[in-house]
């Protein structure tokens, strides 16, 4: 039965909706992919290379093979399709050919009875490797022997660059570059590599479906792409391969390269058992791709009043051994260079290149967060200059809707820069803390290294915007499938499938608000997220998932309903049920070579970010307590204000994190902290309380008005605490994560 | 696994099995076995024996059995007789760690970065080791022989530590990149010991084991000098050598003000 009235339901959007997971999640109770198990399963284990460069002459198999537990030991050799894979680019081989291009690549498989089995296996199979001089430095990658002399990613519609190792260059020439201003300031800035460091570790079972074909449960960003990456490497069709998502623990983009996936398959296959896999901390730590480093050149120009007149920026980004995500990072590095201001002249050139070094890709903020760090730490520097308040310079040059970005793209949608830049600035910065205190909250903290000896409190203040939604010129899509359906009592319910991969940012819990809002209906099921089921979601990131969900939630419910309304009523048995496919507004690539719009667009929408940050830093031991955050945020419309504030603080936190200790340190090209007693996230005590204010600017062509939420506050976090601590320092800061050595300046 | 119930029982299954691997709170083991750097022939599990997880005072000497943890030392009485060690428990690891983690772990595991290590150095602990062929002591200086090397035998359980508080002014202090949950970049524990009319300090994470320096309240003026000059530190994945030394003397600096106060 129906009722075409509107009802009075709850947990619709813009209500507060507390999270399904989340009590699971704290009782320990919630099912990651590392919980996985099935009867009659196999343990598989990766033995992946101890050289950052290295020649394989041969590999022998035969110790292992007699080894106690043992069902399979594969190499390339037993990839049964394509060799090779990757997300945007197939350039890296899905086992190791006769050559090793960074430390912990995949060399062989091992499928044993008992984890443990499989380890002491992969140990006695025999890898000769000569090794090769890794390329290691960035900036003399381009003139060195190339590690893909094939050059995989050029010739896509990117700037022709003839350099060995340059895995996508582009120069963005906007205006006069070669302006002068009053003033100039140039400086040198440097990020080291971050992690996702996401707790649950790389795992998923890969089930055999005794017809060839193969279902794999994993956690991971992005089912469908992940299947069509898999299937060609098994030589299977893409419905032979059905990825279901499975518990995730995190992602960050650290999860959108494939881990497990083709390996577990193939291990599956081959014994035709079931297979799962889990990475241990430090495989995981090998086995993703990390944040790009970067080495950064800036020179702002501006005028007596402020006004910038021309920013010029070189990039370089160390991509690591394979493409991966690379060619998108080093453009959106390039497009969000300036930081969001209006410039009329610009001449950025972002350059990402080959190396032994680990495998960068995506994460959180992609490419915004290592330029955002640059430039504000010269907005500052300009302020400081000139005199000028730091938040009024930014305001004086604050992109709104109308200007023109260094791409020649004009702004029309939402671009609420000033209104965060106000907003931020008026909330109430907390009083210091009176002396004594506990020394837990003093720089130092459980250390007890002072009673306040040698603490200096600073307040830095930045900015930051990016993309959201993927950009130029990829055809972006969600599909939503709706079933209504009469329930056990006879009233209506609804199913919604949506592929959308839930990495804990909450997107399930927003379709659910989509349909119940659209559906006027508190009857809203989720089916498991799966590519057996339902058209792609596309992935979850470049802060789309819950814009892109949410349109593609919103038209199959909308549709739904009105063929509902057609039929009048449902019988008993009777079912509507389509399924809707979302598009957000076309864009197009940027000119190869003046890095300028083709179309009018070449990103969908931007967000940005205000933060001021409190620290007080011990500049005798260079230690620091970050004391306050509070963060003006643009988010075109709360769906789930809980949620959004959740997104924040998550978001500030991983930002701190970089500017204060997360680094992956190497050294050759070996990564020697893949631990989390050495790669340090920041606890409780490194990560104060956030005062978020939601400023909410409807995105026009948004569904509700939304913008994504995820990546702003990373973005602009990082510069937001090391301006803070510059501040607290009078130290120049240009690299982080700031060490204490640079503080107390040896 | 082997679980026995008392010190006794214990002292025989390690002179029966001396490559069993003791476990107290697990919290460095657990860590070996899971990173499969380890794979004892058996483990022997402590934490069924009574007479290693109580502490006590009899006639001036604090005896702390192997399996006192952390949380003991911090909330108990022990607290007050052992400040830099309380100080020291309270910068160990999280409450979990804190909860399960033991003095005779520290001991066992004898890294130069122990914490509880430099506080029972400074008040002049001993260590009781048993067997089955009876009970000896040694002070803690001697039983840490090189990083992750104590003078345990084969046979032997570390049973004890045994220190005559002082009562002087004491302090710990420890450096790490974030405020909580860190292995020492450097630490230093230091005390004022007027009766005595020195100066002892110890430090961690700057040596193969923890140093010790001590000189005359006299020459308060350049101890934090002597402590910085006595450390030999190495760059590593946690920090460089310069700023352990850096570190280091401003530590003595600031813990001579706290102590001389
Ligand atoms: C997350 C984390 C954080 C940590 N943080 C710190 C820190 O901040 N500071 C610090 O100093 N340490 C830290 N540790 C290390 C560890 O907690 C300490 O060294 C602790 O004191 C070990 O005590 P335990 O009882 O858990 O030792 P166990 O792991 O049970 O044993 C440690 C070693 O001692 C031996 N052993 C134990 N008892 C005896 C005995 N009675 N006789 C002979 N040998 C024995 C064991 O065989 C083993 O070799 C941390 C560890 C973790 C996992």
């Known amino acids: ?746 | 696994m082997l679980t026995p119930r008392s010190l006794d029982e214990a002292l025989a299954l390690k002179a029966e099995h001396p490559g069993a691997l003791p476990v107290e709170g697990g919290t460095d083991v657990l860590v070996e076995l899971n990173f499969d750097r380890r794979r004892p022939d058996a483990i022997l599990n402590l934490n069924e024996v009574p007479e290693l997880k109580v502490w006590a005072r009899e006639e001036g000497i604090l005896r702390l059995g192997a399996g006192v943890t952390y949380t003991e030392i911090l909330h108990g009485p022990v607290a007050a007789l052992q400040p830099a060690l309380a100080e020291a428990s309270r910068t160990v690891g999280s409450p979990q760690i804190r909860n399960r983690g033991t003095l005779g772990g520290n001991l066992g595991t004898a890294s130069p970065a122990g914490d509880a290590l430099p506080p029972l150095l400074v008040e002049g602990a001993e260590v009781e080791l048993a067997s089955v062929r009876g009970v000896r002591t040694m002070p803690l200086r001697e039983f840490l022989v090189g990083p992750k090397r104590n003078a345990l035998e084969p046979d032997e359980l570390i049973s004890a530590v045994l220190v005559r508080p002082s009562g002087a002014p004491q302090t710990f202090m420890k450096v790490g990149p974030r405020n909580a949950m860190v292995i020492a970049v450097v630490s230093l524990a230091l005390s004022a010991d007027r009766e005595r009319g020195e100066l002892r300090a110890s430090f961690g994470s700057a040596g193969p084991v923890p140093g010790f320096v001590t000189a005359p309240i006299a020459e308060r003026e350049s101890f934090a000098e002597q402590v910085a000059e006595a450390a030999t530190p190495i760059d590593d994945v946690r920090g460089t050598a310069a700023y352990r030394r850096h570190a280091l003397r401003v530590l003595a600096g600031r813990a001579l003000e706290r102590c001389l106060a």
């Open chain 1, 1 to 746: 039965m129906t009722s075409a009235a509107p009802r009075l339901v709850s947990g619709r959007i813009g209500d507060v909706v507390a999270r399904a997971d989340g009590g699971p999640k704290v009782k320990g109770e919630f099912a990651y992919a590392s919980d996985l198990s099935a009867a009659g399963m196999l343990w598989g284990h990766t033995l992946r290379s101890p050289f950052a460069h290295a020649r394989i002459r041969s590999i022998d198999l035969t110790a292992a093979l007699t080894m106690p537990g043992i069902h399979a030991v594969l190499t390339h050799g037993d990839v049964p399709g394509q060799k090779c894979y990757g997300l945007e680019f197939a350039d890296q081989p899905v086992l190791a050919i006769d050559r090793v291009r960074y430390f912990g690549e995949a060399v062989a498989l091992v499928a044993a009875e008992h984890p443990e089995q499989a380890r002491r296996a992969a140990e006695r199979i025999v890898v000769d490797y000569e090794p090769l001089e890794p390329v290691v430095d960035a900036e003399r990658a381009v003139e060195q022997d190339p590690l893909h002399p094939d050059a995989p990613t050029m010739g896509h519609g990117y700037r022709r660059d003839p350099r060995p190792n340059v895995v996508r260059s582009i120069v963005i020439r906007h205006g006069d570059p070669n302006v002068e201003g009053d003033v100039a300031i140039s400086g040198v800035y440097d990020v080291g590599i971050q992690d996702q460091a996401f707790l649950g570790p790389e795992s998923g079972l890969a089930v055999p479906d005794g017809e060839g074909g193969i279902d794999v449960y994993v956690a991971t960003q992005w089912l469908h792409v992940d299947r069509d990456q898999v299937a060609p490497c098994l030589d299977l069709r893409p419905e032979q391969v059905r990825i279901h998502l499975a518990g995730v623990g995190g992602a960050f983009g650290g999860r959108e390269d494939l881990s497990i996936q083709i390996h577990g398959a193939m291990l599956a296959l081959h014994t035709g058992r079931p297979v799962k896999m889990v990475y241990s901390r430090e495989e995981s730590f090998v086995g993703h791709v990390h944040r790009h480093p970067a080495r950064i050149w800036a020179e702002h120009r501006a005028n007596r009043d402020g006004k910038l007149v021309c920013v010029r920026m070189r990039i370089l980004l160390d991509g690591g051994a394979y493409a991966s995500s690379s060619t998108a990072v080093t453009s959106n590095a390039a497009s969000f260079a300036c930081g969001p201001y209006a410039v009329e002249n610009a001449l950025i050139e972002s350059t990402c290149v080959y190396t032994n070094n680990p495998p960068c890709g995506a994460m959180r903020g992609f490419g915004a967060v290592q330029t955002c760090f640059a430039a504000e730490a010269q907005m500052d520097r300009l302020a400081a200059e000139l005199a000028l308040d730091p938040v009024e310079l930014r305001l004086r040059n604050a992109l709104a809707p109308g200007d023109v970005l260094p791409t020649g793209q004009r702004v029309t949608g939402s671009m609420p820069v000033a209104e965060v830049i106000r907003r931020c600035a008026a909330l109430p910065v907390p009083e210091p803390e009176a002396l004594p205190r506990d020394p837990i909250r003093l720089p130092g903290g459980a250390g007890n290294v002072t009673r306040g000896q040698g603490v200096s409190r600073g307040v830095g203040f930045a900015v930051g915007f990016k993309n959201i939604c993927y950009s130029e010129g990829f055809d972006d899509f969600t599909a939503a499938r709706v079933r209504l359906f009469l329930d056990a009592r006879g009233e209506l319910a609804a199913e919604v499938h949506c592929a959308a991969a839930e990495v804990g940012q909450g997107v399930t819990g927003v379709i659910a608000q989509v349909a119940r809002t659209e559906l006027e209906l508190d009857e809203v099921t989720l089916a498991p997220h799966t590519t057996a089921t339902v058209g792609s979601a596309g992935s979850a990131s470049a802060s789309r998932m819950t814009w892109m969900a949410a349109g593609a939630v919103q038209l199959a419910c909308r549709a739904a309903k009105a063929e509902l309304e057609r039929r009048g009523e449902l019988g008993a048995g009777d079912e509507i049920d389509l399924e809707r496919v979302y598009r957000h507004e076309r864009t197009t690539p940027l000119d190869p070579e003046t890095g300028q719009i083709t179309g009018e667009r070449a990103h969908v929408a931007f967000a940005c970010a205000a933060m001021r940050v409190v620290v007080e830093t011990d500049v005798e031991l260079g230690l620091t307590r970050v004391v306050w955050i509070g963060t003006a945020q643009d988010v075109g419309k709360a769906l789930n204000p809980q949620a959004v504030t959740g997104q924040i603080e998550g978001g500030t936190a991983q930002g701190l994190g970089l500017a204060l200790m997360e680094e992956i340190r190497t050294s050759d090209g070996l990564i020697t902290n893949a631990s989390f007693t050495d790669y340090l996230l920041p606890t409780a005590l490194d990560m104060p309380p956030v005062v978020s204010d939601l400023v909410e600017d409807p995105e026009p062509g948004a569904p509700y008005g939304l913008k994504g939420v995820g990546e702003p506050p990373t973005v602009v976090s990082t510069a937001a605490v090391v301006s803070a601590l510059r501040a607290a320092t009078g130290r120049a800061l240009t690299r982080v994560p700031v060490r204490p050595d640079d503080i107390v300046g040896l």
